[in-house]
């Protein structure tokens, strides 16, 4: 598997090594899945990085800046059920902080909007329909193999190749079965939810402001 | 449990009665280990103190970084010495018990990682209390992640004891005693002054040592038997003293149906419990990202998959080259088949290159087990500080306004009482080894992962994706895995009732298991669902918009 970035950020920083290529992409594809539903309209609200991080409560808490540059090419996603957007004077929502009571409302608002999107509900989707199947059929897979030890151990002995038997045989399946769902796994994440995931990141993280 | 004692037939002369000087170098080895820790703790000990590098050490790992230190913190000391170990004794039925350490990891990429970085902060209770904001949630949650860290504690000191004691050549109670003591005093020292940081980074330069030195293990014993593995198998059965049998199931697990039984349970709690382990849910906190959290879980799986390879290779190298009867000889659980084996591979006994790859495979060995013990305190004093304290005890009614608006510890003081609770814990676990060294390592750790499969992953599950799950069924869901566990290994046969119970005098057992896994995790399940069903309040959708919109978007992530 490739790194991408190899050298870890500098102390303190918190740099979201992902944000900036996604975000490059999303400005070179204007038709990026999460934009589809996008209504604009509402102003951008953009601050600096700086004002930003004295704004919130606890610097360490606040989400990772995206790329100023990058942010008027893509305008938020704002469903139409959220009638404002807070103040940008106000502190971003830390959830757990004891900041979060300020505007519980507001955020359960954009939480609830942005769960009945289309886009979320797509993400979703595609998660859910990739792992739930897996995840049943891998599980099923090996505790078949472990109950056939204890249920055929006449047929696990049966010779294959060499030295090697039946139950040798399932049990380095196991190993390649393993390795292959990684890969599945990962690929499905990458091709079908993590850009769409992302843009819906920021939108929310937009209207929570 | 068939003995196979059969006629010694090894490939080389024995090589037991370790001469001292392999155990000179064995210490020195092992001092540098100690120093060079030490040296890592003090230096990135110094980079901050917040609340953030304490439990997340900073959220500034790489994927790669991290996924090293995942498979520290998993491949323990029972992986590396106890596996091999096992398969030298046992041949394949060894082979099934690394199949479920590993294909356990897939529970952890598809259903957990990136849900829980996403959700959480620095602990398991913390994705549960984002949704259910009840202090019974924290104070369950927190108190089963406790219990879990503990058990695997033991495990791991009892393992270190006899097998320090064993590495350098001695056998007496006094050496166990004071091994015990001294990683225990040094797992302190760790977490105190280093925190997360520190603990991360000792776990990768052991999980770096640990596949460097079944590397190069490996490629001598492939070099050894030029390539043809066959070959090596084939040995193996020569040498097992069981024959073919050796390369068959059910040499260990295969004599009746209940210790068939006994291993289906024991898979089941290894492929469900790896995604309720404490310590391995807090290292996803440690990257900035739920994409960097999924990929240091591939690394890890790629990690621990190819380990378990060698491991198998290693294990049917130490039948073949030394010998079962003489791995039995040794340490009856097999614990030492892999030095053993660097023993050989190195020229044998006497020879330099004998002496130094055993030092070096016991001293990495040793930094194993160090690291372990530091990753499982740490996750313990986490628990403690973070959901029992600060969650759910300074939060407690009665003190000053309603659970929403109490006024919270301030992080620092977490914090601090979270370095004074690695200090208390890793006393209590000091003090339980002490007492507790005649019990079976591997047993422990596989109640450990039944524990964590019975009252964490439920409840995890439900929090993650059931929309109707309530608070009431959160706490019937950890409560309800978590004492049909314990109460179950308590009348076992390894509490009472046999030979090597933990009090062979006396005979209360009705349940005939070993590991309570079959019985205690579906009953956490059922009891989620039943809390759910009956609860008296209905779930409420906002929070669960919240969970889910964060858990797979990332939106508001720390």
């Known amino acids: 598997m490739p790194q991408q970035q190899t050298s870890s950020p500098g102390q303190g920083q918190r740099f979201d090594w992902w944000a900036a290529p996604a975000a490059a992409a999303t400005a070179s594809e204007p038709t990026a899945a999460p934009r589809r539903t996008a209504v604009p309209g509402q102003p951008v609200p953009t601050r600096p990085a700086a004002a930003r991080s004295a704004a919130a409560p606890e610097p360490v808490a606040a989400p ?55 886009a979320f509900q797509d993400i979703r989707r595609s998660y859910r329909s990739f792992v739930f199947p897996t995840s049943g059929a891998f599980l099923g897979w090996y505790l078949m193999y472990v109950a056939a030890e204890a249920a055929a151990p006449g047929v696990m002995r049966s010779p294959v190749a060499g030295p090697l038997n039946v139950a040798w045989v399932l049990g380095l399946l196991q190993f390649a079965s393993t390795f292959l769902l990684t890969w599945l796994y990962a690929r499905n994440a990458r091709t079908k939810r993590d850009r769409a995931a992302l843009g819906l990141r920021w939108d929310t993280q937009d209207q929570l402001r | 449990m068939t003995a196979t004692t059969g006629v010694l037939t090894t490939a080389t002369p024995p090589p037991v009665a370790p001469a001292g000087q392999h155990h000179g170098l064995a210490i020195v080895l092992f001092a540098v280990i100690v120093l060079v820790t030490l040296g890592i703790t003090l230096w990135v000990g110094r980079q901050g103190s917040a609340a953030e590098d304490f439990y997340a050490g900073g959220r500034d790992f790489t994927p790669l970084q991290n996924g090293f230190a995942l498979s520290g913190d998993y491949l323990s000391a029972a992986s590396f010495l106890g596996v091999a170990g096992l398969i030298a004794l046992y041949g394949y039925d060894g082979v099934l018990y690394s199949i479920g350490f590993l294909v356990a990891w897939l529970v952890v990429l598809m259903l957990v990682a990136e849900l829980v970085r996403n959700a959480g902060r620095y602990t398991l209770a913390d994705v549960l209390a984002l949704r259910l904001r009840r202090r019974r949630v924290r104070a369950a949650a927190g108190g089963a992640s406790v219990v879990v860290t503990l058990l695997y504690l033991v495990a791991q000191m009892v393992g270190a004891g006899s097998l320090v004691a064993l590495l350098l050549g001695t056998n007496s109670a006094q050496a166990r005693t004071w091994t015990i003591i001294a990683v225990g005093a040094l797992m302190i020292v760790y977490v105190t002054i280093g925190g997360m940081r520190a603990t991360t980074w000792i776990q990768i330069v052991k999980a770096f040592l640990l596949i460097a030195g079944s590397v190069l293990l490996t490629v001598l014993l492939v070099v050894r038997f030029h390539g043809d593995l066959f070959e090596l198998m084939r ?250 566990a314990i109460v179950l290994v308590f009348f076992s046969p390894v509490v009472s009732g046999s030979k090597v119970a933990l009090f062979p005098g006396v005979d209360f057992h009705w349940f005939p298991l070993e590991n309570p896994g079959i019985v205690s995790i579906p009953l956490g399940f059922l009891a989620g669902w039943i809390g759910t069903l009956t609860s008296p309040e209905p779930a409420d959708p906002d929070r669960f918009a919240e969970l889910e919109v964060r858990a797979l978007t990332g939106a508001g992530a720390a």
């Open chain 1, 64 to 118: 990772p800046a995206p790329p100023v540059a990058a942010r008027p090419v893509a305008p938020p996603a704002v469903p139409p059920l959220v009638p404002a957007v807070a103040p940008p004077s106000a502190p971003p929502v830390v959830p757990q902080a004891s900041a979060a009571a300020v505007s519980t409302t507001d955020s359960t608002e954009v939480y609830r909007s942005v769960q009945a999107s289309a």
């Open chain 2, 235 to 484: 040995q193996a059965a020569r040498h097992s003293g069981a024959g073919q049998r050796y390369l068959e199931p059910g040499l260990k697990y295969g004599a009746t149906f209940t210790s068939r039984l006994d291993f289906f349970s024991l898979g089941l709690a290894l492929v469900l419990g790896t995604a309720g382990l404490p310590h391995i849910l807090s290292r996803f906190y440690t990257v900035p990202t739920a994409r960097a959290a999924r990929r240091s879980t591939m690394w890890a799986i790629g990690l621990v998959g190819g380990f378990y390879l060698m491991a198998i290779a290693l294990g049917l190298g130490a039948t073949a080259l030394v010998g079962s009867a003489e791995v039995r000889h040794a340490n009856a659980a097999g614990n030492t088949a892999v030095p053993l084996l660097a023993l050989v591979l190195g020229g044998g006994n006497g020879s330099t290159g004998g002496v130094v790859l055993f030092a070096l495979i016991s001293a990495i060995a040793f930094a194993t087990i160090l690291a372990v013990v530091a990753g499982l305190t740490l996750a313990s004093s986490a628990a403690f500080a973070h959901d029992i304290w600060a969650g759910a005890w300074r939060n407690r009614p009665g003190r000053r306004g309603t659970e929403r608006t109490a006024e919270k510890p301030s992080e620092q003081q977490e914090v601090v009482v979270a370095r004074f609770a690695a200090g208390g814990i890793g006393a209590a676990a000091i003090v339980i080894s002490l007492y507790a060294q005649q019990l079976n390592v591997a047993f422990l750790v596989g109640l450990a992962f039944a524990v964590a499969a019975s009252s964490n992953l439920p409840v995890l599950l439900y929090s993650l994706f059931w929309s109707r799950f309530t608070a009431r069924g959160a706490v019937w869901s950890v409560y309800g895995g978590l004492v049909p």
